[in-house]
T-cell receptor, first 115, second 112 residues
Framework: DVKVTQSSRYLVKRTGEKVFLECVQD?????MFWYRQDPGLGLRLIYF???????EKGDIPEGYSVSREKKERFSLILESASTNQTSMYLCASSLRGQLENKPQHFGDGTRLSIL | ELKVEQNPLFLSMQEGKNYTIYCNYS?????LYWYRQDPGKSLESLFV?????AVKQEGRLMASLDTKARLSTLHITAAVHDLSATYFC????????????FGQGTRLTINP
């Protein structure tokens, strides 16, 4: 089974801090994704990556950056945390390719609170 | 901009009843996913629908896709308590690129 592991289940940080959320997958997937989940809004894509050192903006990239130095690891960075970034953050991974028809596999999520 | 809307957003039903969750989307896509999320848990993939007229079934859940109407349905037959969860549909924006747009989710509660 695919395992997507997020480094923390719960995290509390202060306004202005630089915050790192880590995600590791063990199935050699090319694609990796970061979402945030807020009540009534579903999941919204922040950034995604098709390969090492590649990144693309999703629908809500403002205030975030990402890093993918190794294929299995995708990091989300909040450059200067603000209270409106309090949310549940979900990482996902998937195989590349139109013909693979495979769903994304999700981690357990990190509930981040910014005080 | 692709928009995905689910309805209803909240659904409370009795065990043994049938019901349908609807997922409408605003632009052309031929690839749609259904996920389930239990409280405090991650998303679990239920179905991948790849073409017009696709129908998938697993136990008491059946999903279908009508790309011409831009509509997918998730039908629950003879509901049981274990199916209580939040269900999300997600539409692929472009030809399997896997850039997904999610619906708001439907919170389903099944009462004994």
């Amino acid at each position: 089974d695919v395992k997507v592991t997020q480094s923390s289940r719960y995290l509390v940080k202060r306004t202005g801090e630089k915050v790192f959320l880590e995600c590791v997958q063990d199935m050699d997937h090319e694609n990796m994704f970061w979402y945030r989940q807020d009540p009534g809004l579903g999941l919204r894509l922040i950034y995604f990556s098709y390969d090492v050192k590649m990144k693309e903006k999703g629908d809500i990239p403002e205030g975030y950056s990402v890093s993918r130095e190794k294929k299995e690891r995708f990091s989300l960075i909040l450059e200067s945390a603000s209270t409106n970034q309090t949310s549940m953050y979900l990482c996902a991974s998937s195989l590349r390719g139109q013909l693979e028809n495979k769903p994304q596999h999700f981690g357990d999520g990190t509930r981040l609170s910014i005080l | 901009e692709l928009k995905v809307e689910q309805n209803p957003l909240f659904l409370s039903m009795q065990e043994g009843k049938n019901y349908t969750i609807y997922c409408n989307y605003s632009t052309t896509s031929d690839r749609l996913y259904w996920y389930r999320q239990d409280p405090g848990k991650s998303l679990e993939s239920l179905f991948v629908l790849l073409s017009n007229g696709a129908v998938k079934q697993e136990g008491r859940l059946m999903a279908s896709l009508d790309t011409k109407a831009r509509l997918s349905t998730l039908h629950i037959t003879a509901a049981v308590h274990d199916l209580s969860a939040t269900y999300f549909c997600a539409v692929d924006m472009g030809w399997g690129a896997q850039k997904l747009v999610f619906g708001q989710g439907t919170r389903l509660t099944i009462n004994p």
